[in-house]
């Protein structure tokens, strides 16, 4: 295992290739690496949640994780079927684990599996946590020892019910079925089969499921509920008398959804207009969460409502911890992750999926409508991402620009740097970018925002101009 290369934890859990990095002995050493760091804060209850999701060998994978974590004496709930992570979580509560393993490259590529790690509190591991974990992977790496399998600590588990339970506690069904609201659902052949769609059957609520069979190229494309990738649900839309498309990704911990019409709604909208919603439904205290790159439409309908707004950096686990802390009525950032108040401190694509239906149902208006009456309210955002690909001289010369202090921009003046996670200048009036360069690729990830279409257009146009000139 010496010449292995290191595990690597992103944003959201370690992630690669399968057969290139993604392979049997980099698990086994990611696993061991987890057993190390388990043991090490010596936890009542040593045992982990084992899951995993419908990629090609996710349950192999899963299956060596047992036998690693039995070597270490540590026992595995190995989920019996493929299991949305928000599920792993809540299991993890349930039965008050060290943790959780789940085997899920979330909505990447079909070539790339991996593996997320989520602490006892059934959050996504801080860095601080994977740091470590990292550090013994490569401990193991160089000494090559990893102790050999006896017995197999292993106990089948289904946390299904369990989790749809706690849904039922969540989510006002009734409101949906009284409402007759007709939905599709597309959970992209992915881990949320069977979850969403079953949940409204069993409450008397019309749903049509769409990719209900494991496919382990999803059907061509990666399992990310993207608009790009929406075009059959849009189809299926278009053919039958449904009000809405909810879609989840691979391991379901992301949302994606289309209006009436077949426009796809974008998440960092679904944020601000369920927070508009709880706080008018909902008898909770609390603030809002968002990541430094979602929406400032959350920021106005948190002012609306005069409730305070917590900004993070990008990455759930941050927002999980205000979850954890019942410090907010909702979190959300803009790549489609959100939980609530009382919830698990993960992104659970399912809860933002019932929400948005309980929400239509409730307003009896299209979510366009309720978009245009809360731009009345608060004024109007219009957000976007792109992906910017770097040559290396451009690269270069982006990050030394990055550590700039810009005063000027789209000839506007700088009113705020912050770098909470990467460079984000806010305008004078109210317009926003935010520059991050990828730790991986070579890529920066360029968000804007402006109060009306053409704004955004000019606004755009400027921050390419900042990256390639």
């Avoid at 974990?133 to 160089?142: G, S, T, W």
């Avoid at 679904?270 to 929406?295: C, F, M, N, Q």
């Avoid at 950096?313 to 410090?327: H, M, N, R, S, T």
Wanted: glycine share 8%; hydrophobic share 40%.
């Amino acid at each position: 295992m010496t010449h292995k290369p290191p595990i690597h934890f992103g944003t959201s859990g370690w992630r690669g290739v399968i057969a290139d990095t993604f392979t049997d002995d980099n698990v086994r050493l990611a696993v061991a690496a987890i057993a190390h760091y388990v043991r090490g804060q010596r936890p009542r209850h040593p045992a982990l949640i084992v899951g995993y999701d419908t990629r090609f060998r996710s349950e192999e994978f899963a299956r060596l994780a047992v036998e690693v974590l039995s070597s270490y004496d540590l026992l595995s709930y190995f989920c019996t079927a493929a299991t949305p992570t928000p599920t792993i979580a809540y299991e993890i509560l349930r039965r008050q684990t060290a943790g959780g393993i789940n085997f899920t490259a979330s909505h990447n590529p079909p070539e790339y599996n991996g593996l997320k790690f989520s602490t006892p509190d059934g959050a996504p591991a801080l860095p601080e946590v994977t740091k470590k974990i990292e550090a013994l992977a490569r401990k193991l790496a160089r000494t090559g020892k990893l102790p050999a399998v006896g017995q197999l600590k292993e106990e089948q588990i289904d946390p299904r019910p369990p989790y749809l339970e706690l849904l039922t506690q969540k989510v006002n069904l009734e409101e949906i079925r009284r409402a007759r609201l007709r939905a599709i659902f597309d959970p992209f052949y992915g881990a949320g089969r069977g979850y969403l769609d079953h949940l409204l059957h069993a409450h008397g609520v019309e749903v049509h499921t769409l990719h209900d069979r494991r496919d382990v190229l999803f059907g061509g494309h990666p399992p990310e509920p993207a608009e790009a990738f929406l075009a059959e649900a849009k189809q299926a839309l278009r053919e039958s008398n449904a009000q809405v498309v909810l879609a989840t990704d691979g391991d379901a911990d992301r949302f994606g959804i289309l209006d009436a019409d077949g426009t796809f709604i974008s998440p960092n909208y679904i944020i601000a207009l369920l927070l508009d919603y709880l706080v008018e439904t909902r008898p909770w205290k609390g603030g809002v969460g968002r990541s430094v790159a979602t929406t400032h439409l959350v920021d106005a309908v948190a002012k609306y409502h005069n409730i305070p707004l917590h900004e993070t950096p990008v990455g759930f686990k941050y927002i999980g911890e205000l979850i954890k802390a019942d410090q907010i009525i909702i979190g959300g950032e803009e790549s489609a992750g959100l939980s609530i108040y009382g919830h698990v401190p993960e992104k659970d694509g399912i809860l933002a999926c019932l929400l948005t239906a309980e929400m239509i149902a409730h307003r009896g208006a299209s979510l366009r409508q309720q978009l245009d009456r809360l731009f009345a309210k608060v004024g109007s955002y219009y957000p976007i991402r792109l992906n910017l690909h770097l040559e290396a001289d451009v690269q270069q010369r982006l990050l030394a620009r990055l550590k700039t202090e810009p005063t000027r921009f789209d000839n506007k003046k700088v009113v705020e740097i912050n770098r909470t996670d990467g460079l984000k200048l806010i305008l004078e009036d109210g317009s926003w970018v935010l520059l991050r360069p990828s730790g991986t690729e070579p890529v920066v990830r360029c968000y804007c925002e402006a109060s009306s279409q053409p704004a955004l257009d000019t606004l755009v146009a400027a921050a390419k101009r900042f990256v390639f000139e």
